[in-house]
Every structure is written in C-alpha cells, then in structure tokens.
C-alpha cells in the first residue's frame, strides 16, 4: 500500500508546471481604461495571421492565444484596452503569440474556432483561443468566459488572461 502514496507524489511531479501569475494591473477600474474604438482590423486575412502566429510560436517556444471579437463589441474593446496596458503587453508577450481575429457578428472568420472543434456559434465574444503549436486548444470550454468583461475588475481580467500560459 506504501505505493499509492508515492504513485501520488509521482503525479504531482510530472504535472506540468503552473501558470504565470499575472502582473498588477496599474488600475483599479475599467473606467481608468483607455478603450480602443477599432482593435479587430475587418479586412485581414486571419487564416494568415493565426498561421503566421503558430510559425511564430514553434520557434518563441509560447503557446498561441486568439483574440475572436468585434469592433462593435464593448467587452472586446475593453479587453483590446486591458491588453494594450504596458504591464499586460510585456505579461502576454512574454508567454503568448497574439492574434486578433475580427469574427463580425458572428458571420465572419468562423473558420477559425472550427480549426480548434468549435463548430457551432461561439457563446459569445470576446472568446479567446489558447492553443499549442500542435492544434490543441488548451482552455475547452472556457473560451467565452469573459464575455462579459465590463463586470469583472482589470485584475480579475489579467488573472483570466494569465490560466494558460506554459
């Protein structure tokens, strides 16, 4: 029986390793934010942009995070805002290939969650996709968790931002 008490400790050690904590986040409120008013560029090409973020990837060693949303949606420029924070910037640069991928409203660039098994309607944005260079979406289930971004604090924002990083 002494064997299932070190098969434990065997488990733990070979889990990988825990997330980064996130940085401070120089402000307390969102009303302290500065909101962009376009993030989402509605003309790129985001098949390119998320190839050329995982070619990035495999050579930075990073995992790749999908930034889906919309100009027209005030949590995802909240969220754009939140990233642009120098302290954020530096947190998700150093841990995260970034791209943004405009997906209108809901009619636009779908290919790109069903890339990751995300077929059907996104719940909603903005949603991010935390992917590997490998295909696999490392946050299942919890890509639209913060749709609704204006309600949290920026530091739960950054904690959220920080889960998935290797």
């Known amino acids: 029986m002494r064997f299932i008490p070190l098969a434990f400790a065997f488990l733990a050690l070979a889990a990988p390793a825990s997330a980064a904590t996130a940085p ?12 962009p008013d ?5 003309k790129a090409n ?6 050329a973020a995982i070619a990035r990837a495999k050579k930075s060693g990073k995992r790749v995070m999908i930034d889906l949303g919309g100009n027209w949606c005030a949590d995802c420029r909240i969220m754009a805002g939140l ?7 530096r947190f ?16 636009r660039n779908l290919q790109i969650p069903a890339r990751y098994g995300i077929t059907q309607r996104l719940e909603g944005v903005p949603a991010f996709l935390v992917v590997t260079t490998d295909g696999k979406l490392v946050n299942t289930g919890r890509v639209s968790a913060i749709q609704d971004a204006r309600h949290m604090t920026p530091q739960a924002l950054a904690d959220w ?6």
Do not use: C
């Open 38 to 42: 376009a993030p989402y560029d509605e």
């Open 92 to 107: 998700l640069s150093a841990h995260y290939e970034i791209v943004s991928v405009d997906v209108g409203r809901f009619n």
């Open 46 to 51: 985001a098949d390119a942009q998320v190839d």
């Open 24 to 35: 401070h986040v120089s402000i307390a409120s969102l009303k302290e934010l500065t909101v």
């Open 83 to 89: 990233m642009e924070l120098p302290e954020m910037e």
């Open 161 to 166: 931002l920080a889960q998935w990083t290797n």
